[in-house]
């Protein structure tokens, strides 16, 4: 920055110039970003667990690490960081971090015990369709032939059970 002083009375005074230097910072820019809810082993990063947001709402691009689609090992604390580098060369660029959970779901213990063979026309009921959960884990169980089926006559019948936890973050469907 720099200034003349022009005098009036060019007699008495002389014309007069100061500078001085003035350093223009780059404007700060700062993330919002959240802890994602975990995920389990297997899935692939995405924009819900990649969502930093610049609290300016100036235009750039987020560079993540790991990037979108990479599928992290089971880990409690693993560490997702963003850099955002925005367009406008007047703004600074901003890192970010935030933690994400991965969990590899455990398989409940199942058991079912044969059951005792039945005569043709006999409605399959709780006595055959009585499969447990060993774990204690709430959910819920589906057969592959429904409560009142009546199945034909004939050897080897498979019944199948399927168990799906309430909680399918932490336990596998089995």
Known sequence: ??????????????????????????????LSWSNPPAIQVGTALSATQLCAVCNEGIEGRFEYSPPLHSVLPADPQHELRVVFIP???????????????????????????PPADIVFGTELSALQLNAACDDDIEGSFVYNYPLGTILPAGDNIVLLATFTPLDTLLYAVE
Do not use: G, I, M
């Open 87 to 113: 367009c406008d060369e007047n703004y600074s660029t901003a890192e970010a971090s935030v933690h994400l959970t991965v969990v590899q779901p455990q398989r409940p213990s199942l058991s079912w015990s």
């Open 1 to 30: 920055l720099s200034v003349t002083f022009k005098p009036a009375n060019v007699s008495q005074y002389s014309q007069v110039t100061a500078s001085v230097q003035l350093r223009v910072l780059k404007a700060p820019t700062s």
